[in-house]
């Protein structure tokens, strides 16, 4: 098994596992030097950086772009590549794309999708490539479903996600991301998942770690806040005085 992979396994039940997203060299390197396990390289990159407003105007060649970033500012974490929409439709055009990301120098590729895509993320995995699942709330879903909404709200839901982990497992992911389900469901999912599961907007202490959209952690996106993100830093209001300082600062020649 990669190293890398085996080392954020071995933390599951030991330690929680801190995974945030970064889009370019000197971000991820700065989170790889502060000690982050995993760095996600999202599509949310069509949001926070690209000023789209959701996730499915990404293109492969968007991800493959910034991977490539990602992948040369990191040493010791794991880097996880998204696959954007539509490019995981079938396991043969999955795994090429997969290929393709792989090639940027990350370490592991992630999908949405839970028992639709137990086929996809075989393919994946069965050529050596490690794959992070994504179920609950599929942001590339959302022109669909007409929002962003809640799961595992009703006990049909709850069987529906619990039975996703099972798929995305029995696939061979190493670990999934549990987004925006109720917290009891996604504790549940936890004590029954023997990969890592990683929770967003599910709860604190629920899932074996967390990640969060690294704009939103870092107060770097001040325009939207998801609500169960929690600042850590103020970096927009940083920029802004930083820039406000270096206007008063200038002069003009004698
Ligand atoms: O694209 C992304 O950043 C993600 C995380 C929110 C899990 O998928």
């Given amino acids: 098994m990669n190293e890398k992979v085996a080392a954020v396994l071995a933390k599951k039940g030991r330690t929680p596992v801190a995974e945030l997203t970064a889009y370019d060299y000197p971000t991820a390197r700065l989170l790889d030097e502060a000690g982050i396990d995993m760095i996600l390289v999202g599509d949310s990159l069509g949001m926070v950086v690209m000023g789209y407003p959701d996730t499915t105007h990404v293109t492969m060649e968007h991800m ?81 479903e007409g929002g962003y909404h809640m799961k595992g709200k009703t006990d049909a839901e709850a069987a529906a996600i619990m039975r996703d982990m099972e798929a995305v497992v029995r696939a061979g992911a190493f670990s999934l991301v549990m987004e925006c389900t109720k917290s009891a469901v996604a504790a549940a999912v936890t004590r029954a998942c023997p990969v890592v599961t990683i929770g967003i907007g599910a709860g604190h202490g629920t899932c074996d770690g967390e990640v969060l959209v690294l704009h939103d952690a870092m107060g770097a996106f001040p325009w939207f806040m998801p609500k169960f993100a929690t600042q850590f830093a103020q970096v927009g209001a940083a920029i802004t005085q930083g820039v406000r300082d270096y206007i008063a600062s200038l002069r003009l020649p004698e």
């Fill in 64 to 144: 493959l772009h910034h991977c490539a970033m990602v992948a040369r500012g990191v040493k010791r974490a794991l880097v996880i590549a998204d696959m954007p929409i539509h490019s995981f439709d079938t396991p043969e055009q999955a795994l090429a794309n997969a290929r393709r990301l792989m090639d940027t120098g990350v370490d592991a590729v992630k999908l949405e999708g839970g028992a639709d895509k137990e086929e996809v993320i075989r393919a994946i995995t069965s050529a050596g490539i490690p794959v992070q699942g994504h179920i609950g709330l599929l942001p590339q879903k959302v022109l669909e």
